[in-house]
């Protein structure tokens, strides 16, 4: 009996695939290397069997077409995209060591077909469905929706018995309700039908509608009430937690706007509202921290997080110095001119913008730290970008920062004095012309922080603030003259109906329709939502 055991165990070494014989991951992927599409599939459902973290990669690399054997030493490696030679970065397949870029030339491409792609889907499917990372799950689940298919249903089936995330649950359901719908078991259909009821899936609404059109075409096989009515109601269920989610998208995308409206009238709330200067060349105060973060960065292209912290405080300096410069050798000598300033400050920013046209007269993008990129996903209606959020909070603790150095510092208090009475705090020995000077420099720099955060949501140009200036005339004009609380209520209200506008009736026509509600609400409060007590408010 002994030696009969034997002998079959050396039959089956002999006679069995070399697939079988592959128990770890470099001689799995070995078995790829054949000109037979069905022997790839036996490689890939064993590949998919081995319980290693480094199998993921080379599925996925397989099913995009990034999965190589280097010609030179016959070693599988997974491409990473061309570098700025034009060169292909790779890495090892097995151990995931990053090697020399190489010319496309040197590398041979793992051919694959649909046979070959469905049996690594099923296999990357299988894995990530059984991830110990709840956000791996979820984004599996989100592939199987997007793309259902009925041969994963078994693996759905039974990834829903072992999960126990609420969340993923949900998407696991969804994704088997897209499968079900097509299924001839009546039972099943009018259950995903009801599930797909509580999602807000764009192919969900499709399919549904389908079912209705069917029916009123006269379709014998739509032809059943209950179906009907279930389509029905679910799409209806749909459609109006669709709405609410439109709104909500809205309302975050009007706060996000207005945040970025606030930062950017901020400091014109300043030069403008406490000094009377009508600045048009805030926008350049703008552009001048854009660049600045563009510099800083330049300077640290490895250390992308820390450069744009470390871009806040320099943006406000070189913005606030400028801004320094400019009111010591311009508009100290146009105060109570108002129409000189605009002219002159018109002028200023035209040199400034044709000095950035002389560095780079084309836009230069600022690459985002990671914990800036990408969103918080509720469904696929619903999702919230992390760099508008932090947009909006930003603007919040700037805000609160000027709030606190005009009400507590002893700079916030001559500030204030001189825009109630000049001449009783030049009696007092305070030296208006310098608190001139640093209140545009204060209000320039807080526009070059604004250029910071700008900065992240597009291309760094010459024309960058340009797109800013009459928006913050409005939210300063809006909120009340001078007033930071009237800045904030007037940056948040408008940017909150230019987004509600758009959808309607169109970017421009919603500018316009703004514009003119202005020029209305000011022939009725002429001082805006807060109105200052001031100097120039009381002449």
Do not use: C
Request: no cysteine; net charge neutral.
């Amino acid at each position: 009996m002994k030696r009969l055991v034997i002998l079959l165990g050396m039959l089956g070494v002999v006679f069995l695939p070399p697939f079988v014989l592959a128990d770890d991951l470099a001689g799995a992927i070995k078995q790829l290397d054949t000109k037979s599409y069905s022997k790839k599939v036996k490689a890939v459902n064993a590949i998919g069997e081995i319980d290693d973290p480094r199998v993921l990669d080379v599925l996925l690399a397989l099913r995009e077409g990034q999965l190589y054997i280097h010609k030179g030493n016959k070693n599988f490696v997974i491409g990473r995209g061309e570098s700025s030679e034009g060169l292909v970065r790779i890495v090892d397949a097995v151990t995931g060591e990053k090697l020399d870029d190489i010319a496309s030339g040197a590398l041979s491409k793992i051919k694959i077909n649909n046979r070959v792609r469905g049996a690594a889907r099923t296999a990357i499917s299988k894995i990530q469905l059984s991830a110990k990372d709840k956000s791996t799950r979820l984004n599996a689940v989100r592939n199987l929706i997007k793309s259902p298919d009925d041969k994963l249903r078994d693996l759905i089936v039974a990834a829903l018995d072992n999960e126990e995330n609420s969340e993923v649950i949900k998407g696991l359901n969804v994704a088997l309700a897209f499968i079900d719908i097509n299924s001839n078991d009546k039972k099943l259909r009018i259950s995903a039908i009801e599930v797909l009821g509580e999602t807000v899936e764009p192919r969900a609404v499709t399919i549904l509608q389908d079912i209705l059109s069917k029916d009123e075409e006269g379709n014998s096989e739509e032809e059943d009430s209950e179906i009907i009515r279930s389509a029905e109601k679910s799409l209806e269920k749909i459609e109006s937690r669709t709405s609410l989610y439109e709104f909500i998208k809205n309302l975050f995308f009007g706060l996000s706007l207005g945040s970025i409206l606030l930062l950017a009238a901020i400091g014109l709330a300043i030069t403008f509202g406490v000094m009377g200067v009508i600045n048009m060349a805030h926008g350049e105060m703008i552009m001048i921290g854009a660049y600045t973060t563009f510099f800083v960065q330049q300077l640290f292209p490895n250390w992308v997080g820390g450069s744009i912290l470390l871009s806040i405080p320099l943006a406000f300096l070189a913005s606030g110095l400028v801004g320094v410069v400019i009111e010591r050798t311009i508009i100290r000598h146009l105060y109570g001119r108002p129409l000189e300033t605009l002219l002159a400050t018109f002028g200023v920013s035209l040199i400034l913008q044709q000095l950035a046209r002389t560095y780079n007269s084309n836009n230069v993008p600022v690459k985002a730290p990671d914990w800036l990129s990408g969103s918080w996903h509720i469904n696929s209606v619903l999702e919230f970008n992390y760099v508008h959020m932090y947009i909006i909070v930003f603007s919040l603790i700037v805000l609160a920062v000027l709030t606190l150095v005009l009400k507590k510092t002893y700079l916030g208090l001559q500030m204030r004095a001189v825009t109630q009475n000049r001449a009783m705090a030049n009696s007092m020995g305070i030296r208006s012309s310098w608190v001139d000077a640093l209140t545009f420099g204060l209000g320039s720099g807080i526009a070059g922080i604004a250029g910071v955060a700008l900065s992240q949501i597009g291309n760094v140009g010459p024309n960058l603030g340009q797109g800013y200036i009459i928006d913050s005339f409005m939210v300063v004009v809006f909120g009340g003259v001078g007033n930071l609380l009237g800045t904030f209520f007037g940056g948040v209200s408008l940017g909150i109906v230019n987004k509600f506008l758009e959808p309607q009736v169109g970017a421009v026509v919603a500018k316009i329709i703004v514009l003119v509600f202005i020029i209305l609400f000011i022939q009725w409060r002429p001082r805006g939502l807060f109105a200052l007590k001031g100097r120039f408010v009381e002449d």
